[in-house]
């Protein structure tokens, strides 16, 4: 079974801030997500990543297979990216349930 | 194309009442997974379809908890009866087909149903 680890839980920043949200995980898998879900929104996938780094905007997220670690970076945070970000892991075959980690919840100050 | 869509949005049932939530997955995707937040804690796994059948059902919390989906369209979750550690947020996810454990494709949510027992 594998363990999804967050940190940190909690963050507050000022906006222009970089941020760096990492996770880690126990067991090898096949695939790692990172979601955001705003206050009283849906959840929305941001990246889906197995190895190397990925880009999306001011969102960069990098995985390390070997370290069984990824992080997500926000660059010059904005109060909008306000909201909780999810680390979830596919374990097994493909298409099997995700593992979550309990999430980082992030708050940007103006 | 239409997202997930998830019915009700919220949903107030006293304890030993039945409650069926309805999911309906994005037109065209095999995988339809159900996943639960409980307050405090992280998202969990309850099962997973390949179109109309189960295909993993290991996160289901007891048999209280029935999952259909008949037709292999829309699924519906029913909890019967209800038990106040049932109240949390239930979540749809779907995704298309995959082919071998490598070929992992992106799950999309539907909004959650909140559930409150009382």
């Known amino acids: 079974k594998n363990e999804v680890e967050q940190s940190p839980q909690n963050l507050t920043a000022q906006e222009g801030e970089f941020i760096t949200i990492n996770c880690s995980y126990s067991?090898?898998?096949?695939?790692l997500h990172w979601l955001q879900q705003h206050p009283g929104g849906g959840i929305v996938s941001l990246f889906m990543?197995?190895?190397g780094k990925k880009k999306h905007g001011r969102l960069i997220a990098t995985i390390n297979i070997q370290e069984k670690h990824s992080s997500l970076h926000i660059t010059a945070s904005h109060p909008r990216d306000s909201a909780v970000y999810i680390c979830a892991v596919t374990s097994g075959g493909g298409a099997d349930g995700l593992t979550f980690g309990k999430g980082t919840h992030l708050i940007i100050q103006p | 194309e239409a997202g997930v869509t998830q019915f009700p949005s919220h949903s107030v049932i006293e304890k030993g009442q039945t409650v069926t939530l309805r999911c309906d997955p994005i037109s065209g995707h095999d995988n339809l997974y159900w996943y639960r937040r409980v307050m405090g804690k992280e998202i969990k796994f309850l099962l997973h379809?390949?179109?109309?059948?189960?295909?993993?059902e290991s996160g289901m919390p007891n048999n209280r908890f029935l999952a259909e989906r008949t037709g292999g369209t829309y699924s519906t979750l029913k909890v019967q009866p209800a038990e106040l550690e049932d109240s949390g947020v239930y979540f749809c996810a779907s995704s298309r087909i995959s082919r071998g454990r490598y070929e992992v494709y992106e799950q999309f949510f539907g909004p959650g149903t909140r559930l409150t027992v009382l």
């Open positions: 379809f390949v179109k109309e059948s189960k295909q993993d």
């Open positions: 990543l197995s190895s």
């Open positions: 067991v090898g898998i096949s695939a």
